[in-house]
């Protein structure tokens, strides 16, 4: 489609270029530094869809869903039937905390073979509590498309969070049934058990799925896992070895959670040490300072023991948290936890919290914005070959941001956030004293590793919760909620990226 560009000027910048540099920003984590550029070319190119598009996407990497909606609009005005114009503003609308449904069913209009504006729709019923009609909506597309295994794993998510256990993964069985030697549908029902850790039923689906399948490494990589999970040490020792070396990052993380299972520390921490370097290492980190610390290495004591790592601030005097919390229990309309997350016993919000253009979360949001930007400056100085603290202050954004709702008896199991540089809590309401039970009931507890690998390490640190206090805590450090008795424990929770160098 060509562009429309009504007092267009020979010596105006070139739209080209500009769009150029602003993706390059975009990708490099600065989108709002792009912004005065394109806004700038609007003003000699102000009909240039493109234009309008790429600053929507600006301002949506910036999490400013309400400008990005204003310059989506605009692009959808001059080019009503792009499907990427309609699509983008269906997206960043449902993102800022408004009803989008409409929208996502225009966009399928104009791409109707686009798989994520059919999940974007899915994802906007039940932003507004319609968790149902997207799941009758989703599965009678995969009736007809059953081999969409994207679709086939949206629909196993929605069923585990509208509380549908005991048949959640009935669409991969389903489409199984007519198409058995597709190896990515045994795959992805065998990672969707696990994620949830129903481990002996993805046992049982390994062994059905030999008689189909023909990458048997991926098979023996699955059957390792879940033996090792289920307290099967032998046979999965003897996975395990057929499958070296272990060259991806998420098996060398299984084979070192196996090690360290089996009261083996010195070989998980071999595992773990010669892959410091690698691109990914965070998601190893975390099981390697289990291992230094079972060894009595003193190395875990400069990963994880630095005071500079685990700080606490009161927001509270910026936020009036207890109209906050009013408005944040209106974003909890799901029915269950979800899958693969460390909720029990309570609910998370769907999507970027932070995108939301209501007027409380901007006030929060920027709030936060300047106590990160604070807290960045009180690491120094910078350790080069730490993984935390070997990033400078700088530019960062945020990699997912939600709230949690717990019940009483409600925690987070011991989890990591392997994406993330920082992550977080800040308490908004919490139950009185009495219901709470006796310290530490409810408190925030580091290094405590997960309960399924048997260890006996207890937290080497716990932050007693009150209302307004933010803490601040590296992603790849164990962290999770002592359970407590009754009452409500509501709270807001986001992973900063590591900041952009200078």
């Not at 429309?4 to 080209?16: A, E, F, V």
């Not at 069985?173 to 058990?193: C, V, Y």
């Not at 059905?208 to 896992?225: F, G, M, N, Q």
């Amino acid at each position: 489609m060509a562009e429309r560009s009504r007092g267009q000027q020979s010596d105006g910048p070139d739209p080209k270029a500009i769009i150029a540099e602003a993706m390059r920003k975009r990708d490099a984590g600065t989108p709002r530094a792009a912004i005065p550029a394109i806004r700038a070319a609007l003003e000699t190119h102000p009909d240039h869809l493109r234009l309008w598009h790429v600053l929507g996407l600006m301002y949506r990497a910036d999490e400013d869903s309400a400008n990005a909606i204003e310059a989506f609009t605009r692009a959808v005005a001059i080019a009503p039937r792009d499907p990427k114009v309609t699509h983008a503003l269906a997206r960043v609308t449902m993102e800022a905390g408004r009803p989008a449904t409409d929208l996502f069913d225009k966009a399928r209009q104009y791409s109707p073979a686009d798989g994520s504006v059919i999940m974007g729709r899915a994802a906007a019923q039940s932003a507004v509590g319609d968790i149902e009609a997207a799941i009758a909506d989703l599965d009678d597309l995969l009736g007809s498309n059953p081999l969409w295994i994207e679709g086939q794993e949206l629909l196993a998510n929605l069923r585990w969070m509208n509380g549908e256990r005991d048949h959640f993964t009935a669409g991969f069985e389903r489409a199984l049934a007519t198409h058995p030697s597709n190896q990515g549908l045994w795959f992805k029902l065998i990672n969707a058990l696990c994620q949830v850790g129903r481990f002996n039923a993805a046992d049982t689906v390994v062994e059905r799925a030999r008689k189909y399948v023909t990458d048997v490494r991926v098979l023996d990589i699955s059957e390792a896992i879940c033996a090792s999970e289920v307290g099967d040490p032998d046979r999965a020792d003897r996975l395990f070895d057929r499958v070296v070396p272990y060259t991806e990052m998420p098996l060398a993380v299984r084979y070192m959670r196996h090690m360290l299972r089996t009261g083996r520390p010195e070989q998980a921490a071999k595992c773990g040490e010669e892959r410091m370097q690698d691109a990914d290492a965070n998601e190893m980190w975390p099981y390697l300072g289990l291992a230094w610390r079972m060894t009595d290495d003193p190395r875990w004591d400069w990963l994880e023991r630095d005071e500079r790592l685990i700080k606490t601030y009161d927001i509270g005097e910026r936020v009036d948290m207890t109209a906050f919390a009013e408005h944040l229990r209106t974003l909890h309309v799901l029915k269950a936890d979800m899958a693969g997350q460390s909720v029990r016993g309570g609910t998370q919000t769907d999507g970027p919290l932070f995108a939301r253009a209501d007027p409380e979360i901007r006030e929060l949001r920027a709030a936060i914005v300047d106590t990160v930007t604070a807290h960045m400056h009180t690491l120094a100085p910078i350790d080069s070959d730490h993984p935390v603290l070997r990033h400078s202050p700088g530019p960062f954004q945020f990699g997912g941001s939600w709230s949690v709702r717990l019940a009483g008896a409600g925690r987070h199991t011991n989890h990591i956030h392997p994406r993330g540089w920082y992550s977080s809590a800040l308490y908004v309401s919490l139950p009185l004293q009495e219901d709470f039970g006796e310290p530490p009931a409810g408190w925030l507890a580091f290094g405590k590793p997960p309960e399924e690998l048997g260890l006996d390490l207890e937290p080497f640190e716990i932050v007693e919760p009150k209302v307004g206090t933010l803490a601040l805590f590296p992603s790849i450090m164990w962290h999770g909620t002592i359970p407590f008795d009754a009452g409500e424990r509501l709270t807001v929770a986001f992973d900063v990226q590591a900041p952009i160098s200078p």
